[in-house]
């Protein structure tokens, strides 16, 4: 049961800067969540505990943002996919990461080789820590 | 619940200290997520109920805008306290916003859509995101409570709020933020009572709501009188009347006598009575609610206040079946301590006209015999604006049940008449019964 006994969201922004990845585990049916919360929303329970994740992942689909999206990294990422990808962990579930250079021009490209294994990639804007994805075994052009 | 297909109850309650953030005193390194995080999981164990299973939320917060700007943040947040993909409703309706929200999630429940609902929120209303833009990372919004309370500050920041453009912004009859004062007026004039015996009962409810935030370890002020006056060097009474402790604010408003404005989460799990035994697992006694009632009228109406509490009243007893001289204990929302006067008398819990003498011989304290809002109340334990229903009534629950320790009120109340108010426009009343 969550107290406040310790702090969450500033824990894992912590962790990002210093390129470890923090999700939260269920104590009872082994669901992680990626964003890390105290309450497991697959089965209820109350008792999560810290995992590090490996900075490994499946992208497994792959869609180029609108131009707004950009605003959210100050201007410092003009081209970026949001892509679904799920960590290797055992009870991790799909969420969105961003690969940066996928634009509409060359997005058929890396849609043809989906799923594809992607690993962590941090990168500091503005003073924080952002988490972007890049392929394993081929490069972004 | 009257004309509705089924009864409801609360199951579980549970609250965060209330505090501010910018002190550095408790929750330090949290967000109001992990907040309201911890109070719902409070409440989830009191019920012993599992998340998953709940069927909808209504999250009350009046100040979403200064939560990080998110609009509708209740979907943001439905993660941190285990409802991913439930239904879910933000509700505003000033300070009665989560009295509003728990009579609503009562008639969803009663009319049979829901079999197991939420009241959940958190309210972080004094501070804004600091530069980082983050909600562990915050900084002092603006003026502290005391100075809200003050005329020319009060325009700017509340009454600007809570007043309409039409007629009542730019009129100062109708718009001053002294409406506090002509409550005050109101209740001198039918208690016939003058300025100082006024001030007397004020400060004598005042004395005994921080005797009880002394003894509630989630009260934002918490310490006795009897300390502050020894560090001024006076007696509790002198302390109490002194203009350099206790100042003015206005006519019939000391600093003391006022709300303090505080940061707070809190959460209310409710399920329809024939079914308390599927989702409370824990065994304690459920709280039915006979009856909810309420009524509006706007600031700048005369005497809003007590037409507001005498029709909400009227309406909560109708529904409920309940008689005045049923009311065992009244957990009522005190921005001011006039509040309980009038709040006692048009509920009936005492007699119109004598409101002054039970304050002053300390009945309405949590050790005598018709005890109001033993927590501490808006004055000492803290208001904390959209949520500021979820402490009161977290305090009648547990009062009802036996649990309050050393403020336990000493016949365990059977029926207690909660009454919440907002924006000096919105009275919500709620007849709750022991099962």
Known sequence: MYTGQYPIQKTYWEALDEGRILAMKCTKCGAIESEPVPTCNTCGCLDMEWMEVKPEAVCKQVCTANGDRYHMYDGECDTLAVCVMEYLEDGAQEFYGGIRGITNANIAKYKAKVPFKVKAEFVKIKGMTRLFWVPVGFEIE | ?435
């Not at chain 2, 609610?289 to 009524?295: D, R």
């Not at chain 2, 004598?354 to 005598?368: I, N, P, Q, T, V």
Request: hydrophobic share 40%; aromatic share 8%.
């Open chain 2, 1 to 435: 619940m009257g004309k509705f297909m089924r009864g409801v109850s609360i199951i579980g309650v549970g609250d965060s200290k209330q505090y501010r953030p910018t002190e550095g005193r408790d929750y330090i390194g949290l967000g109001h997520e992990e907040v309201l995080a911890l109070a719902c999981h409070e409440a989830y164990a009191d019920a012993g109920v599992n998340p998953r299973d709940i069927d909808a939320w209504v999250m009350p917060q009046v100040f979403p805008n200064l939560c990080g700007h998110t609009l509708g943040m209740h979907a943001a947040l439905a993660t941190w306290i285990g409802l991913r993909g439930k239904p879910a409703c933000h509700l505003e309706n000033a300070c009665a916003t989560s009295y509003v929200a728990l009579a609503q999630a009562a008639r969803d429940i009663a009319s049979g859509q829901y079999d197991c609902v939420l009241v959940a929120g958190a309210e972080f209303g004094n501070d804004i995101f600091g530069p980082a833009d983050r909600s562990y990372d915050l900084t002092p919004r603006g003026p502290t409570t005391e100075v809200m309370w003050k005329g020319e500050v009060t325009k700017q920041y509340v009454g600007r709020m809570i007043f309409a453009p039409a007629y009542r912004r730019h009129d100062p009859t109708k718009s001053s933020g002294s409406c506090t004062f002509e409550i005050g007026e109101e209740v001198m004039r039918r208690d016939n009572l003058t300025p100082e015996e006024f001030d007397n009962a004020r400060i004598a409810i005042t004395y005994h709501g921080r005797r009880a935030a002394a003894l509630n370890p989630k009260a934002y002020k918490q310490k006795p009188f009897e300390e502050e006056a020894a560090e001024a060097g006076l007696s509790v009474a002198e302390y109490m009347k002194s203009d350099k402790h206790s100042p003015w604010l206005g006519p019939y408003l000391r600093v003391a006598h006022g709300c303090v404005h505080t940061n707070a989460a809190g959460a209310i799990v409710l399920c329809a009575t024939d079914l308390v035994e599927k989702y409370c697992t824990t065994g304690k006694t459920p709280i039915q609610i006979l009856g909810t009632g309420s009524a509006c009228y706007a600031e700048g109406e005369v005497d809003h206040m007590s037409r507001c509490n005498k029709e909400a009243f009227k309406a909560a007893f109708e529904m409920s079946g309940i008689k005045s001289e049923d009311i065992d204990y009244l957990a009522n929302c005190n921005m001011y301590a006039s509040e309980d006067m009038l709040a006692a008398e048009d509920s009936g819990f005492v007699p119109e006209g004598k409101a002054a003498e039970y304050a002053l011989a300390g009945r309405f304290a949590f050790d005598g015999d018709k005890p109001i809002t033993t927590n501490g109340g808006d004055i000492h334990a803290g208001h904390a604006y959209g949520v500021a229903a979820i402490p009161i009534v977290a305090e009648a629950v547990r009062q009802m049940r036996g649990e309050c320790g050393p403020r336990q009120v000493k016949k365990i109340p059977k029926t207690t008449v909660v009454r919440g108010m907002g924006g000096s426009h919105t009275v919500v009343a709620a007849v709750l019964q022991a099962k």
